[in-house]
């Protein structure tokens, strides 16, 4: 099922100063698309008008369902500084506020929800831990549950890899991909690391607003070491063995990505 569709839109922050060409992308339930491109290449730009954050400098954003699909959200950087100790639990109920409105109180089944997420990315039994106690892989998970705790059609995922190591993000990213198996969820998510959109995207889009270069297909085609090496203005080797994906520059030891 479609639920969210760019048609030519042009996204930046000025009016008359666009920051990447017209750009059309539809997003569907059960489908993974990966946003990779350099810094500064216009990715959490145009996150934040398919988000609704940024209105478009142009084109049309079409909404299939005659409304904005469910959002779940994790920033770029969302880590939180609570001046007092929430709980894990206090934070991953932060995701139902768009169901409870400004004065209704989480419930026990909200609670529920909040606990089941928490599970599911392997935190449970911290639940009732202070947040800020925890590793910074953790808390990351602990947002990515907060999001999958609003009940999302559409899941967006803002670099959410960037302080874990390796293991750590295919952890994630795998669990990420199950929610998407198991429940239909639409994930559109920005990565640095070339390899996790091999393993784990079924479509990327590729940015970089110094070129005005805008391109999307699958992940098969485009994550290639031609297309990479276009991308970034290096030398980037990319290669597929079974269930693997290695990726390196030129001159470097190889890396590997995740298995899907």
Request: hydrophobic share 45%.
């Amino acid at each position: 099922m479609n639920l969210l569709t760019l048609n030519d839109v042009v996204v930046g922050y000025a009016k008359g100063k666009p920051l990447l060409p017209p750009v059309s992308l539809t997003f569907s339930s059960g489908e993974v698309v990966g946003v990779l491109g350099p810094n500064g290449a216009g990715k959490s730009t145009l996150l934040k008008t398919v988000l609704g954050l940024l209105p478009p400098l142009s084109g049309q954003l079409s909404l299939p369902l005659k409304r904005r699909p469910r959002l779940g959200y994790v920033p770029q950087g969302a880590r939180p500084d609570f001046a007092y100790p929430l709980s894990v639990l206090q934070v991953t109920l932060m995701g139902r506020a768009a169901q409870l409105g400004l004065v209704k109180r989480p419930s026990a089944a909200d609670a529920a929800i909040a606990l089941s997420q928490l599970e599911g990315v392997g935190l449970a039994h911290v639940a009732q831990a202070p947040f800020r106690s925890l590793s910074g892989g953790q808390q990351q998970r602990v947002l990515v549950a907060r999001a999958l705790t609003a009940e999302p059609e559409l899941l967006v995922l803002d670099e959410p890899t960037s302080e874990m190591d390796p293991a750590a993000e295919h952890a994630l990213l795998s669990l990420v991909s199950q929610r998407v198996a198991a429940r239909g969820i639409a994930v559109v998510f920005v990565t640095h690391e070339i390899s996790a959109a091999a393993a784990f995207a079924d479509r990327v889009v590729l940015l970089d607003s110094r070129q005005k270069y805008v391109e999307a297909g699958p992940a098969t085609s485009l994550v290639c070491s031609e297309v990479m090496s276009r991308l970034y203005g290096r030398p980037v080797e990319v290669r597929r063995e079974a269930d693997r994906t290695l990726v390196w520059l030129s001159g470097t030891v190889p890396s590997e990505g995740g298995a899907r």
